[in-house]
Protein backbone atom coordinates (compact mmCIF):
# COMPACT_ATOMS: atom_id res chain seq x y z
CA UNK A 1 0.00 0.00 0.00
CA UNK A 2 1.07 3.51 -1.11
CA UNK A 3 1.83 5.29 2.19
CA UNK A 4 3.49 8.09 4.52
CA UNK A 5 4.21 6.86 7.73
CA UNK A 6 5.33 9.36 11.13
CA UNK A 7 6.06 7.85 13.90
CA UNK A 8 5.42 8.83 17.09
CA UNK A 9 1.63 10.01 16.27
CA UNK A 10 1.46 11.26 20.11
CA UNK A 11 4.46 13.07 21.82
CA UNK A 12 4.36 14.83 25.46
CA UNK A 13 7.55 15.78 26.19
CA UNK A 14 9.69 19.02 28.21
CA UNK A 15 11.44 22.14 26.99
CA UNK A 16 14.92 21.41 26.25
CA UNK A 17 14.36 17.17 25.57
CA UNK A 18 15.77 16.78 22.13
CA UNK A 19 13.81 14.78 19.71
CA UNK A 20 12.98 13.33 16.54
CA UNK A 21 9.38 12.41 14.58
CA UNK A 22 10.50 10.25 11.49
CA UNK A 23 8.78 10.09 8.29
CA UNK A 24 8.74 7.58 5.55
CA UNK A 25 7.16 6.71 2.27
CA UNK A 26 7.34 4.32 -0.07
CA UNK A 27 6.26 5.23 -3.45
CA UNK A 28 9.59 6.97 -4.75
CA UNK A 29 8.50 10.46 -4.37
CA UNK A 30 11.18 12.65 -5.07
CA UNK A 31 9.85 15.25 -3.06
CA UNK A 32 9.31 15.67 0.65
CA UNK A 33 8.11 17.92 3.15
CA UNK A 34 7.01 19.22 6.89
CA UNK A 35 3.86 21.36 7.95
CA UNK A 36 2.78 22.29 11.10
CA UNK A 37 -0.90 23.09 11.36
CA UNK A 38 -2.08 25.40 14.23
CA UNK A 39 -5.57 26.79 14.98
CA UNK A 40 -6.57 29.60 12.56
CA UNK A 41 -3.51 29.48 10.82
CA UNK A 42 -3.63 26.36 8.31
CA UNK A 43 -0.61 24.39 7.49
CA UNK A 44 2.43 26.21 7.46
CA UNK A 45 5.63 24.59 5.65
CA UNK A 46 8.75 23.90 8.03
CA UNK A 47 10.97 22.37 5.25
CA UNK A 48 11.12 20.57 2.42
CA UNK A 49 13.44 18.84 0.24
CA UNK A 50 13.71 17.62 -3.28
CA UNK A 51 15.98 15.24 -3.65
CA UNK A 52 18.32 13.38 -1.41
CA UNK A 53 21.08 16.17 0.10
CA UNK A 54 18.75 18.62 -0.87
CA UNK A 55 17.05 20.38 2.10
CA UNK A 56 15.41 24.14 1.43
CA UNK A 57 13.55 26.48 4.48
CA UNK A 58 9.53 26.68 4.37
CA UNK A 59 7.98 29.58 6.00
CA UNK A 60 8.93 28.70 9.55
CA UNK A 61 11.92 26.92 9.85
CA UNK A 62 13.33 28.35 13.19
CA UNK A 63 13.62 25.63 16.06
CA UNK A 64 13.82 22.86 13.38
CA UNK A 65 16.57 20.55 11.41
CA UNK A 66 15.58 18.21 8.98
CA UNK A 67 17.91 15.73 6.87
CA UNK A 68 17.44 13.72 3.75
CA UNK A 69 20.19 11.20 3.87
CA UNK A 70 17.72 8.68 1.95
CA UNK A 71 14.73 9.24 -0.51
CA UNK A 72 12.04 7.44 1.28
CA UNK A 73 13.38 9.91 5.13
CA UNK A 74 12.74 12.38 6.03
CA UNK A 75 12.80 13.58 9.82
CA UNK A 76 12.33 16.38 11.67
CA UNK A 77 14.70 16.91 14.65
CA UNK A 78 13.80 19.56 17.52
CA UNK A 79 16.97 20.09 18.92
CA UNK A 80 15.56 21.75 22.18
CA UNK A 81 11.78 22.21 21.69
CA UNK A 82 10.00 24.75 23.66
CA UNK A 83 6.39 25.26 24.26
CA UNK A 84 5.32 27.41 21.15
CA UNK A 85 5.90 24.85 19.19
CA UNK A 86 3.33 22.22 20.49
CA UNK A 87 1.91 22.08 17.38
CA UNK A 88 -0.12 19.07 14.90
CA UNK A 89 2.69 18.17 12.33
CA UNK A 90 2.21 16.50 9.21
CA UNK A 91 4.94 14.88 6.55
CA UNK A 92 4.35 15.03 3.04
CA UNK A 93 5.47 13.62 -0.04
CA UNK A 94 5.10 14.05 -4.53
CA UNK A 95 6.85 13.79 -7.36
CA UNK A 96 8.51 17.15 -8.32
CA UNK A 97 6.26 19.23 -10.30
CA UNK A 98 3.19 20.63 -9.23
CA UNK A 99 1.76 17.99 -7.96
CA UNK A 100 -1.03 16.81 -4.82
CA UNK A 101 0.88 16.04 -2.04
CA UNK A 102 0.38 12.56 0.11
CA UNK A 103 0.27 13.25 3.93
CA UNK A 104 0.78 10.97 6.66
CA UNK A 105 -1.18 10.70 9.36
CA UNK A 106 -0.12 13.59 11.56
CA UNK A 107 1.93 13.66 14.68
CA UNK A 108 0.27 15.68 18.06
CA UNK A 109 3.31 17.53 19.90
CA UNK A 110 2.99 19.25 22.93
CA UNK A 111 6.29 20.46 25.02
CA UNK A 112 5.59 21.41 28.55
CA UNK B 1 5.05 35.47 -1.92
CA UNK B 2 1.76 33.49 -2.77
CA UNK B 3 -1.03 33.55 -0.28
CA UNK B 4 -4.25 31.65 0.31
CA UNK B 5 -7.09 33.21 2.00
CA UNK B 6 -10.43 31.51 3.25
CA UNK B 7 -12.76 33.80 4.74
CA UNK B 8 -15.44 31.50 5.47
CA UNK B 9 -13.74 30.21 9.25
CA UNK B 10 -17.36 28.21 9.70
CA UNK B 11 -19.99 27.23 7.17
CA UNK B 12 -23.20 24.83 7.59
CA UNK B 13 -25.43 23.07 4.96
CA UNK B 14 -28.46 20.91 5.47
CA UNK B 15 -27.94 17.52 4.20
CA UNK B 16 -28.89 16.88 0.90
CA UNK B 17 -28.41 20.56 -0.01
CA UNK B 18 -25.61 22.02 -1.77
CA UNK B 19 -22.53 24.40 -0.30
CA UNK B 20 -20.05 26.50 -1.95
CA UNK B 21 -16.69 27.39 0.06
CA UNK B 22 -14.56 30.15 -1.24
CA UNK B 23 -10.87 30.91 -1.67
CA UNK B 24 -8.55 33.50 -3.07
CA UNK B 25 -5.33 33.73 -3.56
CA UNK B 26 -2.70 35.80 -4.76
CA UNK B 27 0.53 34.68 -7.48
CA UNK B 28 2.35 36.81 -9.90
CA UNK B 29 2.55 32.97 -11.69
CA UNK B 30 1.12 32.03 -14.34
CA UNK B 31 1.88 28.43 -14.09
CA UNK B 32 0.53 26.46 -11.12
CA UNK B 33 -1.93 24.10 -9.69
CA UNK B 34 -4.57 24.66 -6.72
CA UNK B 35 -6.40 21.87 -4.28
CA UNK B 36 -9.02 21.58 -2.37
CA UNK B 37 -7.92 19.28 0.83
CA UNK B 38 -10.87 17.55 3.63
CA UNK B 39 -9.75 16.80 6.53
CA UNK B 40 -12.25 14.31 8.89
CA UNK B 41 -12.09 14.72 12.66
CA UNK B 42 -9.43 11.46 12.28
CA UNK B 43 -6.95 14.68 10.99
CA UNK B 44 -5.84 12.88 8.17
CA UNK B 45 -5.64 15.13 5.08
CA UNK B 46 -7.42 13.86 2.01
CA UNK B 47 -7.72 15.03 -1.77
CA UNK B 48 -10.46 16.31 -2.93
CA UNK B 49 -10.27 17.51 -5.71
CA UNK B 50 -7.10 19.58 -8.55
CA UNK B 51 -6.88 22.21 -11.42
CA UNK B 52 -4.32 22.90 -13.11
CA UNK B 53 -4.20 26.55 -14.09
CA UNK B 54 -3.79 26.27 -17.47
CA UNK B 55 -6.67 24.48 -18.04
CA UNK B 56 -10.09 26.62 -18.45
CA UNK B 57 -12.19 23.55 -17.73
CA UNK B 58 -13.44 23.36 -13.81
CA UNK B 59 -12.23 20.17 -12.09
CA UNK B 60 -15.18 17.40 -11.01
CA UNK B 61 -14.95 14.65 -8.52
CA UNK B 62 -18.71 13.29 -8.39
CA UNK B 63 -20.14 15.68 -6.38
CA UNK B 64 -16.99 17.87 -5.64
CA UNK B 65 -16.69 20.61 -8.65
CA UNK B 66 -14.96 23.92 -8.78
CA UNK B 67 -15.60 27.42 -9.87
CA UNK B 68 -11.87 28.20 -11.02
CA UNK B 69 -11.69 32.08 -11.92
CA UNK B 70 -7.94 32.65 -13.05
CA UNK B 71 -8.09 36.30 -13.73
CA UNK B 72 -9.80 36.66 -10.00
CA UNK B 73 -7.59 34.35 -8.90
CA UNK B 74 -10.81 32.74 -7.83
CA UNK B 75 -10.75 28.73 -6.56
CA UNK B 76 -14.13 27.75 -5.07
CA UNK B 77 -15.42 24.49 -3.72
CA UNK B 78 -18.93 23.42 -4.77
CA UNK B 79 -20.31 20.17 -3.02
CA UNK B 80 -23.75 19.05 -4.29
CA UNK B 81 -26.25 16.87 -2.25
CA UNK B 82 -23.95 16.57 1.14
CA UNK B 83 -23.22 14.15 3.59
CA UNK B 84 -22.78 13.77 6.79
CA UNK B 85 -19.56 12.26 5.53
CA UNK B 86 -18.76 15.45 4.43
CA UNK B 87 -18.18 17.41 7.91
CA UNK B 88 -14.59 18.24 8.10
CA UNK B 89 -12.59 21.34 8.29
CA UNK B 90 -11.53 22.05 4.36
CA UNK B 91 -8.41 23.14 3.30
CA UNK B 92 -7.82 25.33 -0.58
CA UNK B 93 -3.83 25.00 -1.36
CA UNK B 94 -1.54 26.89 -4.05
CA UNK B 95 1.39 24.63 -5.28
CA UNK B 96 3.80 25.78 -7.48
CA UNK B 97 7.41 25.79 -6.40
CA UNK B 98 6.24 25.96 -3.05
CA UNK B 99 3.02 24.55 -1.54
CA UNK B 100 0.70 27.62 0.40
CA UNK B 101 -2.51 26.60 2.40
CA UNK B 102 -5.54 28.98 3.66
CA UNK B 103 -6.79 28.93 7.32
CA UNK B 104 -9.45 26.39 6.54
CA UNK B 105 -13.13 26.21 6.44
CA UNK B 106 -14.97 23.73 8.94
CA UNK B 107 -18.24 22.84 7.40
CA UNK B 108 -20.98 21.55 9.42
CA UNK B 109 -23.84 19.01 7.75
CA UNK B 110 -26.82 19.18 9.75
CA UNK B 111 -29.08 16.12 9.64
Known amino acids: EAQVTQNPRYLITVTGKKLTVTCSQN?????MSWYRQDPGLGLRQIYY???????DKGDVPEGYKVSRKEKRNFPLILESPSPNQTSLYFC???????????FGPGTRLTVL | AQTVTQSQPEMSVQEAETVTLSCTYD???????LFWYKQPPSRQMILVIR??????QNATENRFSVNFQKAAKSFSLKISDSQLGDAAMYFC????????FGAGTRLTVKP
Open chain 1, 92 to 102: ASSLLGYNEQF
Open chain 1, 27 to 31: MNHEY
Open chain 1, 49 to 55: SMNVEVT
Open chain 2, 27 to 33: TSESDYY
Open chain 2, 51 to 56: QEAYKQ
Open chain 2, 93 to 100: AYRSNDMR
